[in-house]
C-alpha cells in the first residue's frame, strides 16, 4: 500500500504543490486585501479563467509533443474581431462561433504545416506568425476596435447572469472532453507517444504518423485559441484590436506551472486547470493588495521561471510519467 501512495504521489506532486500554492495565495489575500471573497468578484475571476483555460488546453497538447506556439495572443486578437467583424456584419451568432473556430484551425493548420511538411523549428514559426498576425490586424484596423455591434453579442444576448454562466460550463464542457480523450483515446496516447520519441518513431497502436499527429495538435491548438477568443470577445459590447497582448506569456506559464514540462511527454489537462486557476487568481489579487497592475506580467514570468527550474532539479531523479 505504501509503494502504491508513493508513486500517486510521485505521480501528483507539481498538481499538489500548485493546489498548495493557490490555498495559500488565498490566505494571504484573505488576510490583506478586504472584498476579494465577494460573489461578483470571484464570479469575475473565474469568468476571467475560461478563456485562458481553453486556450491552455490547446497549448498543453502542443508542449506534450515537444512544440511550443507563441503565437496565441495575435491568433486571439484576430479571433475576436473576426467574430465582432461577423456578428457586425449581420450573421446570426449561431454561426458567427463556427467561422471563428474554422479559421483559428486554419491558422494552426499553417503552423503545423510548416513545422512538419518543412521541418522549421515550431518557435520559429510561431514567432512569425505572431508578429505577422498582429502587424497584419493593425494595419488592417488602423488599430481601432469594433462598436457598435448587436445586441445579442455580449453575452449571446442571454441575460447577465446565464450569460457568464454558460461560458464558464463551456469553458468546462471543453476541458472535460480534452482531459477524457487525453486520457482514454488512442489519439491521446500518440500525444504522449509523439512527445516521448526524439527520433520520430512510428506509433502502431495509433496507426498515423508522428508528422500527422503534430499536424493534428496544431491545428486543435488553432481551435482551440478561437474558442478562447470567441469566448473572450463575447464578454463585452466591443472588440479590440489589441486584445491579447501577452496573453501568450500567461498560456505557457499556467501550462508549464501546472507540470507539463518543456522537453514534452509529461503533463496532464489536470495540472494545466490547476495553473491555470494559481495565475488566474494571482491576476485578481494583484489590484486588492494594492500593487501595480503592470507587475501581474512580471508574476507570470517569475512563476514560469521557478516552474521550469523545478522541472530541471525534478529531472535528475527518477519520476513516474503522468498520463491524462
Known amino acids: 500500500m505504501r509503494p502504491k501512495l508513493q508513486r500517486w504521489f510521485e505521480r501528483h506532486r507539481r498538481d499538489l504543490l500548485v493546489a498548495g500554492a493557490t490555498v495559500v495565495l488565498l490566505i494571504c489575500v484573505a488576510a490583506f486585501a478586504d472584498g476579494f471573497f465577494t460573489t461578483s468578484n470571484l464570479r469575475g475571476v473565474v469568468l476571467e479563467c475560461a478563456p485562458l483555460l481553453v486556450a491552455a488546453i490547446g497549448m498543453t497538447l502542443v508542449m506534450l509533443a515537444r512544440h511550443i506556439d507563441v503565437s496565441v495572443g495575435s491568433q486571439l486578437a484576430v479571433g475576436g474581431m473576426l467574430a465582432g467583424a461577423l456578428a457586425r456584419s449581420g450573421v446570426p451568432m449561431l454561426l458567427v462561433a463556427p467561422a471563428v473556430i474554422v479559421a483559428g484551425a486554419g491558422m494552426g493548420a499553417l503552423n503545423g504545416l510548416l513545422v512538419t511538411a518543412f521541418g522549421l523549428p515550431s518557435i520559429v514559426v510561431t514567432l512569425t506568425m505572431m508578429v505577422t498576425l498582429r502587424h497584419g490586424l493593425h494595419w488592417a484596423t488602423e488599430e481601432t476596435g469594433l462598436f457598435g455591434l448587436p445586441d ?49 518513431a512510428g506509433i502502431p497502436m495509433a496507426a498515423i504518423s508522428p508528422r500527422l499527429v503534430t499536424f493534428g495538435i496544431f491545428v486543435a491548438a488553432g481551435a482551440l485559441t478561437a474558442v478562447a477568443a470567441f469566448l473572450g470577445a463575447v464578454q463585452l459590447p466591443h472588440v479590440q484590436a489589441n486584445a491579447g497582448m501577452g496573453f501568450e506569456l500567461a498560456v505557457i506559464a499556467a501550462v508549464v506551472t501546472g507540470g507539463t514540462t518543456i522537453s514534452g511527454r509529461h503533463g496532464t489537462l489536470v495540472g494545466t486547470l490547476l495553473g491555470v486557476l494559481l495565475l488566474g487568481t494571482v491576476g485578481a489579487a494583484i489590484p486588492f493588495l494594492k500593487i501595480d497592475a503592470h507587475w501581474e506580467k512580471v508574476a507570470q514570468g517569475v512563476i514560469l521561471l521557478a516552474a521550469v527550474a523545478a522541472d530541471a532539479v525534478a529531472w535528475r531523479r527518477p519520476k513516474v510519467v503522468a498520463h491524462g
Do not use: K, M
Not at 480534452?178 to 482514454?184: D, H, M, P, T, V
Open 152 to 200: 445579442d453579442f455580449q453575452w449571446l444576448g442571454l441575460p447577465v447572469v446565464a450569460g457568464p454562466s454558460l461560458l464558464v460550463f463551456a469553458a468546462l464542457l471543453v476541458f472535460a472532453a480534452f482531459a477524457w480523450g487525453l486520457r482514454n483515446l488512442a489519439i491521446g496516447r500518440a500525444v504522449y507517444a509523439v512527445g516521448s520519441s526524439a527520433g520520430g
